[in-house]
């Protein structure tokens, strides 16, 4: 054994540099992994050198420290708490404001003492920035004290390659020699495999497939995956034109409608098998109009293992590759079935069965939304050892903290789940985390005063925080505001803001079975800023903390507040009231409709010209859709329930854009 791999201690900033670490043997001398590295060598199942146990055959390696290998990176994402839209959208936002997705602990990178560095360049996106890791080296280490080695392939045979760089830096060439040559050897047996294809005897035919490494919005396979069609034996159903480079490119679900695979792959970088299946079943309206869908040939594997990381496993899938493409062929499945590498169905890839009708989700109430013991309270201990970041307890990753981001200066428009700073910069502001302005109002709104854009409130003033949720209540009480204000002749002087609490996992509001989206637009036709408070299920936050936090951000956003006033669009239940007056008795409440008439409601509703659909319902006489009118108010009082359906029995939302903003609001009187 050298005295070189005696010394050798590495930091692996790549999952698939940790990967082709193990396969080597020098797991020992691992002391610093990314928060995304899956290490555990004793459950190590990928391709290895000497073919051999990894505890037994490389015991004789000095071991440089027995502690487990520290975590040495932070991702702004939570791709778990996400939708793939939201993490596309911050994805481009990081790019758009160069900034990273992702950053280096430098005390955890100093304390570990590399003297080796692996790293990329290929793809800031999935990885730190090479030109961070070179800046760190450069302020914390002497020189020659590490050595930084950027990987950067592109095609198969290039990932490959890196089995023997890496071997050959740590000072183990011949197990970076070994670990290639069995690759390629345990690949070719799939290749062998499916040449056993009749179709292939009979005219060449070969599978065309559609790798998805994306659903929302759909991109294909690029860099090496489409090497791994040629050795799986299939071949791309995108035409040659519409892939003019290697990279993984955006396509339109028309492209992939007019290019028919005969198999779909869904293995979205980043996501399990178990994400990437409940991904593409809610993406199954999508994927009907495929012939692919109709024959039930759509499956989903473990797309960060097998395919994103350009390391031992792409042999694994290259087998799933194959797999799929010949499920068809029985003689090609038994072969394949044969190799002791190939994952079995349900253990990194599956069909995918859809549902004959999609569940529809229920929706909780907002008190009930953020429950249990979990990141709020970690978050909190965090900030108050004025640490960086913390790790999520349900995920394990390392989560930026309040005090980082108030290091940082500024809000880098990526929707971090503790930006201190309102979500100013971020673009997409459906993928805010913490309380924020989703409509800040028009700066030219006409009319009354009443109806401002937050820039255009003057220091003290008197705010009202209406608490809307988009549905009929919330909106007649707006109107109601707007008669009190029209008949006060000036004396009521008052500027009107909108918040909405929603669950942020769907976009969805408690009861009302709204999106979020359908909110903004409400707020945007009637030109009053809108607050979001998105409420995170895994949180352990109280509904009322997040409240606060709430109207803190409209003290931040309007100066010097002189009365601050909320507003609630109750009509009759005690308790509601009750709780309200007791919870948040420190503020001045107001509750324009309570006990007045329905008849009066109906009337004024009738009045403003505005649609109202009923978005949510538990009875069988009164559906998703229908419109709510005097007649429903009337049946639905003859069927023994609230005519306003205040008891829960059906919620609403009223489509104000059916009308004009004037109209809408009733600012004539």
Known sequence: MSKAINKLRIASLLPSTTDICISLGLHKHVVGITHECDFDPSTYSM????????????????????????????????????????????????????????????????????????????????????????????????PGQCKVISLEPESLEEVVDTFVTVGETCGVPERGEELKAKFWSDVTKVKEAVTLSSKRLEGNHQPRIMFLEWLDPPYDAGHWIPDMFEWSGCTSSLDSSQKPTRKSVRILWEQLYDCDPDVVLIGCCGFDLKRNMMDSIQAMDKLKPLRAFREGRIYAADGNLFFARPGPALREGIAILARCAYDDEDVVREALDELSFLPKEGNGWAQVHFPAKAKKQSIPDVEDLVTGDTFFEFHQEACEANEDFYVDPTTGYNVFTEVAHKKRGKCCGSGCRHCPYNHVNLKDKTMIQQPAFLYEGTDNASGDAFISSLSSIPPNSHIKVLFFSGGKDSYLTIRKLVQQKLQSNGTDNFHLVLLTTYDFETKVIAHQDVNIDTVCRQARHLEIPLLGIPLHRSSGEEYLSRIEKGLDAVRSAIPDIKQLTLVFGDLHLEHIRQWREKELSKYSLEYPLWKVPYTELVDDLEASGVNIVVSASNQDGIGVGTTFSRTLWQDATKMGIDGFGEEGEFHSVAEVWTASKEQALGLKL
């Not at 502690?67 to 939708?83: M, N």
């Not at 992702?102 to 090479?130: G, H």
């Open 47 to 142: 391709l290895t050198v000497r073919d051999a146990n990894l505890s037994s055959s490389l015991s004789t390696d000095n071991q440089p420290t027995t502690k487990p290998p520290s975590t040495l990176t932070v991702s702004h994402i939570d791709i778990h708490t996400s939708s793939q839209a939201e993490i596309d959208d911050a994805v481009k936002n990081s790019v758009h404001n160069g900034l990273s997705l992702y950053n280096l602990n430098d005390t955890a990178l100093t304390d570990a003492k590399p003297s080796v560095i692996l790293t990329q360049s290929l793809c800031d996106v999935c990885a730190v920035a090479k030109d961070e890791v070179d800046t760190e080296v450069a302020c914390n280490f002497r």
